[in-house]
């Protein structure tokens, strides 16, 4: 069996909003999502006919064991398709951690996709899709990635019209990280009060929220309109308490003609840009605005795919 290696794009959030609960205690969600060329890059070899995973990263915080999504993934497989063998896992790590970047997700997409390349199973995007919602809410988005609407837990894909010609800055204190679980238990404590909970009112929210406006932009290509639509309710606790994120963002906003939001549960914070070198100006300004060692910046493209074999693989 041949190894394979394999890229994972980070996606950012053009849109996040919260609808209210779910009987299965999670949020109600309404996202745009956007991969963008910023990616890790797995590499899967055969283990031998037993069922090991072993797990190397590049980053030394990463946990290398059961909670590892990567790991998880390689698990959830060898149980659904007993009989293929053990598996080495060596993930080179470039999406930052605790990020809102679904860095973790991606990783975990990537090894569903490559056990199913190096196995030969043939599984449909449904079937992968399927798979990967078992492991994460993002994740099935992660697995196709490109443009698309995600509803429910955000595991119910539309792809929509491609965005490939638009660019992303991403900034984030690298010492910074949130937990995803804390951002959305602390929502639901400031502003449970004020959730949709049955079905009916649910619809109506999605109907009238504002992702109306985002997916009229996005099908014009309209990208000024796009900048205007951002939306982030995950930023009314993120940036509350972490003032520092705030004032990135502000300082983004003022930086980029298209806009700026922080990207899922942060706390990356991103500005849209129409070009490379427009991309290039506002990560320079923002370096020189905000002087800190400890704040990394990307430049980045938006994509219109998810996990795919690295170009020397094909
Ligand atoms: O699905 P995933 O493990 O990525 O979600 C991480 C956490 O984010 C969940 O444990 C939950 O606290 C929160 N979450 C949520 N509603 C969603 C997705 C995530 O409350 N739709």
Known sequence: MRSYRL????????????????????????????????????????????????LHCTHPQVPLGETNLAYRAAKLMQE??????GVEITIQKNIPIGAGLAGG????????VGLDLMWNLGLAQDELHTLAAKL???????????????????EELSPLPDLDRLYAVLAK??????????????????????????????????????????LGAISHHDAASIGQALHNDLEKV????????????????????????????GPTVFALAATR???QQIAASIQ?????PDLEVWVTKFIAHGIHLAESDH
């Open 238 to 265: 993120v940036l509350n308490h972490h003032p520092q994120v705030g004032l990135l963002r502000e300082k983004l906003v003022e930086q980029s003609t298209l806009g700026a939001m922080m990207s899922g549960s």
């Open 7 to 54: 890229i994972a794009p980070a996606k950012i959030n053009l849109l996040l909003e919260i609808i209210g609960d779910r009987p299965d205690g999670f949020h109600e969600l309404v996202m745009v999502m956007q991969s963008v060329d910023l990616a890790d890059e797995i590499e899967l070899k055969h283990l031998g006919s037993g069922d090991r995973i072993l």
């Open 136 to 154: 994460g809410s993002d994740m099935p988005f992660c697995v196709s990635g490109g443009t698309a609407l995600a509803l429910g837990r955000g």
């Open 105 to 112: 997700s991606t990783d975990g997409a990537a090894v569903l």
């Open 80 to 85: 659904c398709f007993p009989g293929h063998g």
């Open 277 to 279: 070198e427009e991309a």
């Open 173 to 214: 204190y690298q010492t910074l990280s949130v937990s995803t679980p804390w951002a959305y238990q602390t929502y639901r404590q400031q502003f449970g009060a004020t959730y949709a909970n049955d079905p009916t009112a649910q619809e109506e929210r999605r109907r009238t929220g504002p992702s109306v406006g985002l």
């Open 288 to 292: 020189a605005e905000l002087p800190d």
